[in-house]
């Protein structure tokens, strides 16, 4: 199985901030790779898919980058509703893999 | 807009099958197009995919599930189910359906809780 890696697990910032979370595979990927953010209670919602392209409705202060094995998201400038867990996925291979999620908190 | 929506018991008593539904709305499963999954997450943790299937009834599932999963499809219904068999306290999670385009999942149901004891 492929792993992924995030970091860090938790971030701790204020509404405005630039905000950047990584995600590290095990082995390439090339660019099979999403971005999910979950809300406590909440089901994941998808917000990059093929490592860079924006989903639908989704905010363009969310961006992703990379390809191969490593990978970003980035929050431009972080407001108050996206305080959530981001979790990267890898769609390369069978199982499809997640990341074990980047906590976003209220500094 | 397409919605999902878990169906099934909350709890399961140990060695006995696990068995859930999703119901889909807003679209029709054999409009084809998309595969169909589902995804748990354990309490606390992160989230683990567990198979999906297509509206012709072809399956993949994660080789750590795959002897004890079943994903099937009711088109008639605009569902599609889950069994897991032989479960353990390790079963216990949030099960989630979603709908899968090229790979990743882009809607889900709101999750249900299944709780594995006796």
């Known amino acids: 199985d492929i792993q992924m890696t995030q970091s860090p697990s938790s971030v701790s910032a204020s509404v405005g901030d630039r905000v950047t979370i990584t995600c590290r595979a095990s082995?390439?990927?090339?660019?099979?790779l999403a971005w999910y953010q979950q809300k406590p209670g909440k089901a994941p919602k998808l917000l990059i898919y093929?490592?860079?392209s924006l989903q639908s409705g989704v905010p363009s202060r969310f961006s992703g980058s990379g390809s191969g094995t490593d990978f970003t998201l980035t929050i431009s400038s972080l407001q108050p509703e996206d305080f959530a867990t981001y979790y990267c996925?890898?769609?390369?291979?069978?199982?499809?893999?997640f990341g074990g999620g980047t906590k976003v908190e209220i500094k | 807009q397409v919605q999902l929506q878990e169906s099934g018991p909350g709890l399961v008593k140990p060695s006995q099958t696990l068995s859930l539904t999703c119901t889909v709305s807003?679209?029709?499963?054999?409009?084809?197009?998309?595969?169909w999954s589902w995804i748990r997450q354990h309490p606390g943790k992160g989230l683990e995919w567990i198979g999906y299937?297509?509206?012709?009834?072809?399956?993949y599932y994660n080789p750590s599930l795959k002897s004890r999963v079943t994903i099937s499809v009711d088109t008639s219904k605009n569902q599609f189910s889950l069994k897991l068999s032989s479960v353990t306290a390790a079963d216990t999670a949030v099960y989630y359906c979603?709908?899968?385009?090229?790979?990743?999942?882009?809607?889900w149901g709101q999750g249900t809780l299944v709780t594995v004891s006796s």
């Open positions: 979603a709908r899968t385009h090229t790979r990743y999942f882009d809607y």
């Open positions: 807003g679209g029709s499963i054999s409009s084809g197009g998309y595969y």
């Open positions: 299937i297509y509206y012709s009834g072809s399956t």
């Open positions: 082995q390439g990927i090339s660019s099979w």
């Open positions: 093929a490592a860079s």
């Open positions: 996925q890898q769609a390369n291979s069978f199982p499809h893999t």
